[in-house]
């Protein structure tokens, strides 16, 4: 059985057909993919019903994972559900329940429904997300990815020399407050200390310039936080409009893996009685964007 990969959606995104990912993938098969996540920066695995093992084996083909002293964890590693080297994007406890609705836990995960990059947050953002559908609600709970290769390419050409230069700063304050929770301790204040990130990356295997936006981004180096904020904005929409979107509708056991790099995703809203058992390894990104400021 040959690995092959199909385009899925216009501009960007391709079905892998083909392979096993329980298996180890063979020298050939490991270079296909990282191909095709180069052109189509999203690559989605039908009827794949692998351990978190065999999902963290997988990952390890591309990359290293990501470390995990990042910034991003208001639980800690002995309240985690799942063991090392995979997080837990579920809407479960420890004890494996539906979280309920006031847990802040749960208000933290509901930043996902915004537009991002993942660790954007970081000052080393992440490479590839790999999201492994173990269980799904029956309704609603999509992942929506925008090609930001193609929403920067679509900008005119006033609007591209003035991204070019421009340093953002991204924070998980700025996220969170983007749905209202705000109600962090000041020991989280201070590990979501603002990063800086450029506007535009251009892609360490292709060349090709992306915007590199996300809800995490709440100011822009210079200017003021209206302005910031307002354009953050106008460029967001610009770049999640329709035709650089592919909206992913979950079969359980697909695989999705994505190219921070080079797109944004965002959960979609389902019944959270309902149980959606989701779980991401994450790659390491080798590199900032930029260098980082001189702490104050
Ligand atoms: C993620 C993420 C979205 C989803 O895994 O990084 O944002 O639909 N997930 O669960
Ligand atoms: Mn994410």
Redesign the pocket.
């Known amino acids: 059985m040959a690995l092959t990969i199909t385009q899925i959606h216009p501009v960007f995104a391709g079905e892998v057909s083909g392979v096993d990912l329980t298996k180890p993938l063979s020298r050939d098969e490991a270079k296909m993919i990282d191909d095709g996540m180069n052109q189509y920066a999203v690559l989605v695995f039908r009827d794949q019903n692998i351990s978190d093992e065999q999902q963290i084996a997988f990952t390890r083909n591309f990359g290293e994972l990501e470390a995990k002293e990042k910034p991003g964890n208001i639980r800690k590693a002995t309240e985690s559900r799942l063991g090392a080297g995979i997080?837990d994007?579920s809407n479960l406890t420890k004890d494996g329940k539906v979280i309920s609705a006031d847990d802040r836990q749960w208000f933290f995960k509901l930043g996902?429904r915004l537009w991002?990059s993942?660790s954007s947050y970081a000052v080393i953002p992440a490479k590839f997300?790999a999201?492994s559908a173990r269980a799904i609600p029956s309704w609603g709970?999509?992942?929506d990815f925008a090609d930001m290769r193609a929403a920067y390419d679509a900008l005119d050409d006033r609007t591209k020399a003035e991204v070019e230069d421009l340093i953002c700063e991204h924070s998980l304050i700025f996220s969170r407050a983007a749905v209202g929770f705000t109600d962090l301790t000041p020991e989280e204040v201070a590990n979501f200390k603002p990063v800086r990130q450029r506007l535009v990356r251009t892609h360490q295997a292709t060349g090709r310039k992306s915007l590199f936006l996300s809800s995490h981004a709440g100011a822009i180096v210079g200017w003021t936080i209206p302005e910031a904020r307002s354009y953050l904005r106008e460029l967001t929409e610009h770049a999640t409009q329709r035709e650089f979107v592919y909206s992913h509708q979950w079969r359980q056991y697909d695989l999705v893996m994505w190219d921070n790099r080079a797109t944004m995703?965002?959960?979609?809203r389902f019944d959270r009685n309902e149980v959606?058992d989701?779980r991401?390894t994450t790659l390491g990104g080798d590199r900032p964007t930029v260098e980082q400021a001189e702490a104050a």
Not at 265 to 268: E, G, N, Q
């Open positions: 997080s994007l996902d991002h993942d997300s999201l709970g999509n992942t995703h965002r959960a979609k959606r989701m991401r």
